[in-house]
């Protein structure tokens, strides 16, 4: 009987912390049965669409112009994402205080670095199916993520990672391919 109320009492907090953060910020979809067993930040008019039953853990940050979407049953776990074009996130990911840029935040020539950033400075990233980002991990714009892959704890990824293997490092190496 105890499990069963707590289950009862645990759905109807998320369910008020949904209602209360899809007020706080009308840019964020909530899908049905989405955890935030802690907190979300959006920030400078970005969208974010979440999908079902995909759980928020300590605090998940959301900022820029752009646009995300993260998928169902998925787990960002002190995640940041700075999208000034787009963030997708596939279904089943898991990722874990890391973050993803898609922007560069400024110009890169010495002349042009206090002007706005131009469209040269920003690509979005895509990020496919049961990908698991390890903690302090760092994508860069313009990448994509194939299914199936693990990105390690504190790699940098510059560039696109085929489905199904390992990366690692500064600059990203495949140490590891999932043969089926």
């Not at 714009?141 to 299914?147: E, F, L, Q, S």
């Amino acid at each position: 009987m105890g499990g069963i109320r707590r289950g009862f009492v645990l759905r109807t907090v998320f369910a008020i912390k949904r209602g209360w953060y899809r007020l706080r910020y009308p840019r964020l979809s909530l899908g049905r049965g989405v955890e935030i067993r802690g907190r979300i930040r959006l920030r400078r008019g970005v969208r974010v669409r979440i999908g079902d039953r995909t759980r928020i853990n300590k605090l998940v940050r959301f900022a820029g112009p752009g646009e995300v979407r993260v998928g169902s049953d998925c787990l960002l776990n002190a995640t940041w994402v700075g999208t000034w074009t787009s963030v997708s996130i596939g279904d089943r990911c898991l990722l874990s205080d890391c973050e993803l840029l898609d922007n560069d935040f400024h110009n890169l020539p010495p002349e042009q670095r206090h002007d706005p950033p131009t469209p040269l400075t920003r690509a979005p990233i895509l990020v496919e199916d049961n990908v698991w980002i390890g903690a302090h991990a760092l994508v860069l714009k313009g990448v994509r993520i194939g299914r199936d892959s693990v990105v390690g704890a504190a790699t940098v990824v510059r560039s696109d990672i085929p489905p199904r293997v390992v990366v690692v490092g500064n600059p990203q190496q495949t140490v590891k391919k999932f043969h089926d």
